[in-house]
């Protein structure tokens, strides 16, 4: 009896938190960022449509990296002002494509190319490279077949080591 009360307990507090989530999702869409490079209308390399990377995002990635890219403790890095730094180094561009939440995301690989590049140019635009080309669902798919796992943590700070030893181009 003890035992299942609570179970139940944790049922209920699950489902507190999932309605929090929810209410913060939703606080999130009346914020609707999704700001083109260029001002309102110009288009953004790479998202076809920035209403559904937009809303691809908030349900499949913000969970863990925040509305605002910053991130949580313990469940996902702070992207913002420093995710596209890892298009500069060799390896950099694979590891965005391949790390769990990338590679394992139930996105098609045509909308997951989107919510990266989307991410990109709303989260760090000052970083990405001039010569950036948008990803594509082909290179996606490709990346994708080779998920980072256990290591990924391991890759990634080698690749931010390597990013500190690279000049700003
Ligand atoms: C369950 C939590 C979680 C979800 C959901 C998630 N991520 Fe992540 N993400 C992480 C963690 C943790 C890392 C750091 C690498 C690692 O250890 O996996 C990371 C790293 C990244 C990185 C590399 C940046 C860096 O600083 O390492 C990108 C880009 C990224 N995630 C994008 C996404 C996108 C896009 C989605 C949605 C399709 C997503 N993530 C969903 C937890 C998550």
Same mark, same amino acid.
């Given at each position: 009896m003890r035992r299942n009360a609570k179970s139940r307990g944790a049922v209920e507090a699950a489902v507190r938190s999932a309605a929090v989530l929810g209410i913060m999702a939703a606080l999130a869409v009346s914020a609707a960022p999704a700001q083109a490079p260029g001002g309102p209308g110009a288009a953004t390399p790479g998202v076809e449509n920035p209403r559904r990377a937009w809303q691809d995002w908030t349900l499949n990635c913000q969970g863990c990296h925040r509305p605002d890219g910053h991130g949580?403790? /313990?469940?996902a890095p702070d992207i913002a002002g420093s995710v596209a730094r890892f298009l500069r180094v060799d390896g /950099? =561009?694979?590891?965005l494509g391949r790390v769990p /939440?990338?590679?394992?995301s139930p996105l098609s690989s045509r909308d997951l190319a989107?919510? #990266?590049?989307w991410m990109l140019w709303r989260f760090d635009p000052a970083d990405i490279p001039a010569?950036?080309?948008p990803f594509t669902a082909e290179?996606?798919?490709r990346l994708r077949t080779r998920p980072l796992r256990n290591e990924a943590s391991q890759v =990634? =700070?080698? #690749?931010l080591k390597k990013i500190d030893r690279t000049p700003i181009r």
């Open positions: 949580s403790a /313990g469940a /950099g =561009r694979d590891y /939440g990338v590679a394992t989107e919510v #990266l590049n010569n950036f080309q290179e996606i798919d =990634r =700070r080698e #690749l």
